[in-house]
């Protein structure tokens, strides 16, 4: 099972919004609304912003967004603060019963 | 509150063993899957193995199929990971995480802080 493709990095100025992607296939993001999203600060453990495509867990600010089209998920997160400056993974379920990650985007806030 | 607490990570030599272990807490283990995740140094996140609230079910990635072994103690609330024939590439911090209930898909909600393998002669 092949990683999922992320971009490496992207950057956004503080209030800015900023969407990073994440493309699968059809056995992965097409095949489930299983997608999820991750924020790791260095040296911490990942923290669940957003599940299922869309869904964000209690707690997690409303700025943060997730949608899905074919094989391609997408997180946006608007607003931007500094303390969205961290790495973001994203993951999906895959016909294959297992989970596959992204590998991962480094958010710089300029 | 949910509490995931990995240990046994180790330095071990190739072809060396080395069993990791999960403490919980704050929630009803019994009732919830579980996943371990690993992460290289500076590296993305790679999923490792799954095992059912039961036990009963139990999925490996093919890297590291045939090699870990996952189990888990439900009266003492621990997840476990053996690790057999190590390679220099399972050299990573191994992370416990907790599956989302209900999603049927093996994400993740909850993650301990993790345990670093170094896999070197």
């Known amino acids: 099972q092949s990683a999922l493709t992320q971009p490496a990095s992207v950057s956004g100025s503080p209030g800015q919004s900023i969407t990073i992607s994440c493309t699968g296939t059809?056995?992965?993001?097409?095949?489930?609304?299983?997608v999820s999203w991750y924020q790791q600060h260095p040296g911490k453990a990942p923290k669940l912003m957003i599940y299922d495509v869309n869904n964000r867990p209690s707690g997690v600010s409303i700025r943060f967004s997730g949608s899905k089209s074919g094989n391609t998920a997408s997180l946006t997160i608007s607003g931007l603060q500094a303390e969205d400056e961290a790495d973001y993974f994203c993951s999906s379920y895959t016909s294959s019963s297992t989970l596959v990650f992204g590998g991962g985007t480094k958010l710089t806030v300029l | 509150e949910v509490q995931l607490v990995e240990s046994g990570g180790d330095l071990v030599q190739p072809g060396g063993s080395l069993r990791l272990s999960c403490a919980t807490s704050?929630?009803?283990?019994?009732?919830?899957?579980m996943n371990w995740v690993r992460q290289a140094p500076g590296k993305g996140l790679e999923w490792v193995s799954y095992i059912s609230s039961s036990g009963n079910t139990i999925y490996f990635a093919d890297s590291v199929k045939g090699r870990f072994t996952i189990s888990r103690d439900n009266t003492k609330n621990s997840l476990y990971l053996q690790m057999n024939s190590l390679r220099a590439e399972d050299t990573a911090i191994y992370y416990c995480a907790r599956v989302r209930p209900y999603s049927g898909s093996l994400g993740c909600d909850y993650w301990g802080q993790g345990t670093l393998v170094t896999v070197s002669s």
């Open positions: 059809s056995s992965d993001i097409g095949a489930y609304n299983s």
């Open positions: 704050g929630f009803t283990f019994n009732s919830y899957e």
